[in-house]
């Protein structure tokens, strides 16, 4: 008897049992090994389905409710639940930091600290980062220039010896994805959509800056529509890890690139904010963010009309882009169950509130 191969990882295991059962002929066991495959292949689909669409009626209701589920003095929003064989899920839903002596990140270090190397505890942090990057290996100076607080709990787990894998897939897979299920969007919109997201951490401490200094961030994520072969802006698109790890020749093409980037991105901006500008590229090097990007809505808000202002193609990409990076999120979770580890899920607190309901699905929630 041969067991009808699967695709999904989480379900592997169940088939593999189900063939050495044939092979001893123990029939019995064949049978509850199958049973126990669609059961759970079943339970996992409808529990994935339950992840909250970015702007639907449901997500605004949970975000509306999200305020009173963030703790007070870590800032985070912690739940806890169980797997069906008693392992532990923990799911932490975070405002972004690049303060490594802000109350989330103090809160955030303690937990890596209290793992022990030897732990089944494995950290799904959102963004591109794993114990294979080259984060800095000082927590405090990789969560100013990594990526805030998850590249601070990578460069702690390096240091702990503790798991961690990226909690999110390749965004370069994402955008091809958008483009093949809505023609309609543009590459010229993706490369604005990830600029934007980009924008508000390159500017975090000044609104100018030294255009070298900024330029592998800002190619890297326009360079996630693609490449100019592919109808993109770029040369050549570059990994989160090559911009952390790029050499001084490569800063410096990428930087000879900056002008026609900004003149697009210009362009790209007025369309959905009239008479709008979004950068300023002075002769001189320097670069300058002209447009307020955390003033609310933002421009990737999956749901501005909440705030008197029309749904864009950048709002729709961002929630199709957060959809494809929480149904991957949750579904490391479930391959982490499966190889008996307990996960502990870090996101953004949007993140957690289209998340939970899936996982109430499918873990038993803890008081």
């Known amino acids: 008897m041969n067991a009808e191969r699967h695709d999904d990882p989480i379900i592997e295991d169940e088939i593999s049992a189900a063939e050495k059962a044939a092979d001893t002929s123990d029939k019995q066991s064949v049978t509850e090994a199958l049973r126990k495959t669609v059961e759970l ?7 994935e389905s339950k992840i909250l669409v970015a702007g639907s009626t449901e997500y605004i209701t949970a975000e509306q409710q999200k305020p009173s589920e963030v703790d007070p003095t870590t800032r985070v929003i912690e739940q806890h639940y169980h797997s069906d064989s008693g392992q532990e899920v923990v799911l932490l839903g975070t405002e972004h930091t690049y303060d490594a002596n802000s109350p989330e990140a103090q809160y955030l270090g303690s937990l890596v600290r209290a793992i022990p190397p030897d732990s089944k505890k494995v950290l799904i942090l959102e963004g ?3 114990d294979a990057t080259e984060l800095p290996d000082d927590p405090e100076e990789a969560i100013r220039v990594g990526g805030g607080e998850f590249a601070y709990m990578g460069a702690l787990a390096k240091q702990q010896g503790v798991e961690f894998v990226p909690a999110e897939p390749d965004p370069h897979e994402n955008a091809q994805k958008i483009l093949v299920e809505r023609p309609d969007i543009t590459r010229d919109e993706i490369a604005l959509h990830y600029a934007l997201k980009v924008l508000v951490g390159v500017f975090r401490y000044d609104e100018a800056s030294r255009v070298e200094d900024v330029a592998p961030y800002i ?4 360079g996630i529509a693609g490449n100019t072969s592919e109808g993109g802006w770029v040369e050549k698109s570059t990994s989160r890890d090559g911009v952390l790890n790029m050499s001084e020749s490569e800063k410096t093409e990428v930087t000879g690139e900056m002008p026609t980037i900004v003149e697009k991105l210009n362009s790209e901006f007025a369309k959905i904010y009239p008479g709008k500008k979004l950068l ?5 090097g320097s670069i300058t963010l002209l447009y307020d990007l955390n003033q609310q809505p933002v421009p990737w808000d999956p749901t501005p009309d909440r705030e008197g202002r029309p749904r864009t193609k950048i709002s729709e990409i961002s929630s199709m882009d957060m959809l494809m990076r929480d149904r991957h999120t949750f579904e490391l979770a479930n ?3 499966e190889r008996g580890q307990e996960p502990i899920i870090v996101v953004g607190n949007s993140h957690a509130s289209t998340l939970k309901p899936a996982f109430e699905s499918q873990f038993q929630k803890v008081a």
């Open 41 to 47: 292949q079943n339970k996992t689909k409808e529990s």
């Open 128 to 130: 591109q980062y794993d």
């Open 219 to 222: 190619h890297h994520a326009v």
């Open 280 to 284: 300023d590229l002075q002769p001189d």
């Open 335 to 337: 391959q982490a169950i």
